[in-house]
């Protein structure tokens, strides 16, 4: 475990890199004092010394509460102004934890010759990027841009369902049968399986497995000792490797039992759709169709849709399908508005009047 020699910068005259364990600036003669931070240059010298390590591993140094000035921990007085240690604080032991454990490099499945694995390599990140250009490139083609657009024209159309009374033949099961449901005829059908275990079957397959294989010593950080010196921080880590191993395991063994019900074929009455009634039409009136019903007739369910042809600058034609009604009836003829639209005429949104 390594002991290095910290550094610290005068307040007052601003010389750099003060040797850490000294305690007055080699340039101006003031004093470190408990404000100056202690901090470790990255070319700092390994101490070696067996006198020199003693004083390092002999505790923070402390700050006298009369003239400010830092003492080594086995002075029992300042050795500037004299004063008693009594009561005087410490510097602080302060860890600075890094957790810079190396990581080993992914190994290729299989080396290239020498000379040719740059080579290799260079050509599958050049190709790579070329791909992502050229996906970007077409991205950005096919962007929807904006356009402003005059509206030329409207449309609508309106459909209503025509439904009919009819009696028509279906197939259910018994406990399943609409309402008026007259049966015809029945079966005992299979309607659907039951799976039953009825044992296991003995297997084999492949575990892999992270195990841990030892241990190795890591560095973590440095400890600041309080006293211009600094100590590396180790730390034991366990190392760990993938193991696959054959392993038996019972799996279970099912058997499909058929569950049998009564299906039954019926007629009932019912409305079915036998036609649309529609009308469209260019103008801003919609209207809903009234077809002729008969005795046996009905009207069922009712769709609509609106239009809005638009043109560009370029005379180029565009078809926007407004949501509802309301959102059709809020574009004014001959108003120009904002749009997005694709590169194949479809409009995205209309963002508003121009």
Known sequence: MAIREGAWDCPHCGPKRNRGPEKYCGGCGAPRGEDVKLYLPEDARVVTDEVELQRAKAGPDWTCNFCEADNPSINAFCSSCGAPKDGAPARPVVEHRTDAAPVPPPQPLQAAPPGKQGILTRGCGIGCLGLVLLALFFGWLGRPREKTLTVAGFG?????????????????????????????????????????????????????????????????????????????????????????????????????????????????????????????????????????????????????????????????????KPPDEPAWKSFEPGRAYKATVKRNGEIVRILGPA
């Open 156 to 320: 609508w159309e309106r459909a209503v369902e025509v439904e009919e009374m009819r009696t028509v033949q279906e197939e259910g099961w018994q406990d399943a049968l609409p309402a008026g449901a007259r049966s015809l005829s029945s079966s005992r059908e299979i309607r659907r399986y039951n799976k039953v275990q009825i044992g296991t079957e003995t297997k084999t397959r492949t575990v892999t497995e992270r195990v841990q294989t030892g241990t190795e010593r890591v560095q973590v950080g440095t400890r600041d000792l309080g006293n211009g010196y600094f100590e590396d921080v180790y730390e034991d880590r366990p190392v760990y490797e993938e193991q696959s191993r054959e392993e038996t395991y019972e799996e279970p063994v099912y058997r499909e039992d058929p569950v049998y019900a009564v299906k039954v074929r019926y007629e009932v009455d019912k409305w079915v759709k036998v036609r649309d009634a529609k009308l469209a039409g260019d103008d801003r009136s919609p209207r809903w169709p009234e077809p002729e019903l008969r005795a046996n007739e009905r009207m069922g369910e009712r769709a609509e849709s609106y239009v809005v042809r638009l043109v560009g600058p370029d005379g180029k034609s565009y078809t926007y």
